[in-house]
């Protein structure tokens, strides 16, 4: 059974850096199916996703057009998680963060248990 | 991108009834790569079906996906008490892969 666990703080100040930290249990970052993403939730922007790292021989990272130049994800292999940070962020940038595996359904079939996160001073 | 129209945006009715979400694609998507999932109050969703009409892993016969090209449908009968909840459509066709903004079921 995949499980993810998210790990990290619930308040940003606005212009800092947002970091977050998933851990994989039951699978592998370095898996060649699957691939590692974050995702956030707002009233005002909904579910969007944000990102993504996977394997495939080589790493590769995607982005949504709304963080690209602001976001960065690493994959930790040998502590088996992958990582968020988000810079610059505004109050806009205020959400539940989730980090989520797209499996061999082509879907999000594994979600962590997301982490509130306030931008205020 | 493509942008998913869920209607209507909140559902009421009573358990043992039938319930019939739909979701509506500003394009067509290609080979039937919709998905849908279920959010309970503060839990993350959870996927229930995928590829427009197959169950996810130990999701329940009540629960079937239907459509193809802009218009989908999520049906349930027989509803249960746990089934009221927040239900999103997503696309996984064309990145980036986008969500609807949710129908609420909700218990009359």
């Known amino acids: 059974q995949v499980q993810l666990q998210q790990s990290g703080p619930g308040l940003v100040k606005p212009s800092q850096t947002l970091s977050l930290t998933c851990a994989i249990s039951g699978d592998s970052v370095s898996s060649n199916s699957a691939t590692w993403n974050w995702i956030r939730q707002s009233p005002s922007r909904g579910l969007e996703w944000l990102g993504r790292t996977y394997y495939r021989s080589k790493w590769y990272n995607d982005f949504a057009v709304s963080v690209k130049g602001r976001m960065t994800i690493n994959p930790d292999t040998s502590k088996n998680q992958f990582s968020l940070q988000l810079n610059s962020v505004t109050p806009e940038d205020t959400a539940v963060y989730y980090c989520?595996?797209?499996?061999?359904?082509?879907?999000?079939?594994?979600w962590g248990q997301g982490t509130l996160v306030t931008v205020s001073s | 991108e493509i942008v998913l129209t869920q209607s209507p945006g909140t559902l009421s009715l009573s358990p043992g009834e039938r319930a019939t979400l739909s979701c509506r694609a500003s394009q067509s998507l290609s080979s039937s790569y919709l998905a849908w999932y279920q959010q309970k109050v503060g839990q993350a969703p959870s996927l229930l079906i995928y590829g427009a009409s197959s169950r996810a892993t130990g999701i329940p016969d009540r629960f079937s996906g239907s459509g193809s090209g802009t218009d989908f449908a999520l049906t349930i009968n027989r509803l249960e008490s746990e089934d009221f909840a927040v239900y999103y459509c997503?696309?996984?066709?064309?990145?980036?892969?986008?969500f609807g903004q949710g129908t609420k079921l909700e218990i009359k």
């Open positions: 989520a595996r797209r499996g061999a359904t082509g879907c999000y079939d594994y």
């Open positions: 997503q696309q996984y066709g064309s990145s980036p892969y986008t």
